[in-house]
């Protein structure tokens, strides 16, 4: 299960809408409260695709490292990822399950011609992924 803060959920929404048409990305950062996630704060990261960003996200290795700088500085930890699906659904593609880690979260938000319409988390059980539950709080 995911728990986000309330903001970080406007700020990924935020995100996705202003990046369209192309995919936004960021990590989620937050703590571990024995099998929930909880998210305290969006941690956006450039999509550095290279050729792709209409349907393809990629985060930069350094961009990874400032975000977990920036998580160590407030005791927290990176605990997902999170990506638009422009004019797409927000489930996983292919590409999003072969790149997932376990253990993170990976909210999915849907963008229909520049509006953020729906969102889902997934996880990563097993190489394959399964929706789990979110509760905004705060």
Known sequence: MLRIKASA?????????RDYP???C???LGKWDKDVRIA???YETPNKSPNRKEDRYEIDPLDYMKA????????LEIVGVYHSHPDHPDRPSTVDEERAFE???YIIVSVSKGK???????ELVEGKFREEAVEVFG
């Open 9 to 17: 959920l406007q700020k990924i929404l935020a995100q996705a809408e």
């Open 22 to 24: 192309y995919e936004t």
């Open 26 to 28: 960021g990590l989620l």
């Open 40 to 42: 305290f704060g969006a």
């Open 68 to 75: 977990e700088e920036k998580a160590k500085q407030f005791g």
């Open 103 to 105: 253990g993170w979260s």
């Open 116 to 122: 953020s319409v729906s969102y889902r988390s997934w």
